[in-house]
Nanobody
Framework: QVQLVESGGGSVQAGGSLRLSCAAS????????MGWYRQAPGKQRELVVT???????NYADSVKGRFTISRDNAKNTVNLQMNSLKPEDTFVYYC???????????????WGQGTQVTVSS
């Protein structure tokens, strides 16, 4: 019943910027945290950044200073502003949420379908 829908992916040249968005919908009672992970084919999914409902952030060292997460708790959305993009930022980016539903008021993890980000040199 819960959906996370990402948007904003695409192709840019190195040094460019993209802004990703993720909207959570469904029978959401409470969101503990949301964020972004990324994955390349044949590789493990890795942290980009997470943010709690209280605003605490956790950035991967590889993106710190270039990427910025923001949230709108009222709309159950998060955004990821990606600046100074590098070819090594080329991944599928996945939205993440840890939330509780009205039916089950314990926290579970949910994932979006992923959105491709390609950075060319």
């Amino acid at each position: 019943q819960v959906q996370l829908v990402e948007s904003g992916g695409g192709s840019v040249q190195a040094g460019g910027s993209l802004r990703l968005s993720c909207a959570a919908s469904g029978s959401i009672f409470s969101i503990d945290a949301m964020g972004w992970y990324r994955q390349a084919p044949g590789k493990q999914r890795e942290l980009v950044v997470t943010i709690t409902s209280g605003g605490t952030t956790n950035y991967a060292d590889s993106v710190k200073g270039r990427f910025t997460i923001s949230r709108d708790n009222a709309k159950n959305t998060v955004n990821l502003q990606m600046n100074s993009l590098k070819p090594e930022d080329t991944f599928v980016y996945y939205c993440y949420a840890r939330l509780a539903t009205y039916q089950r008021k314990n926290y579970s993890e949910y994932w979006g379908q992923g959105t491709q980000v390609t950075v060319s040199s």
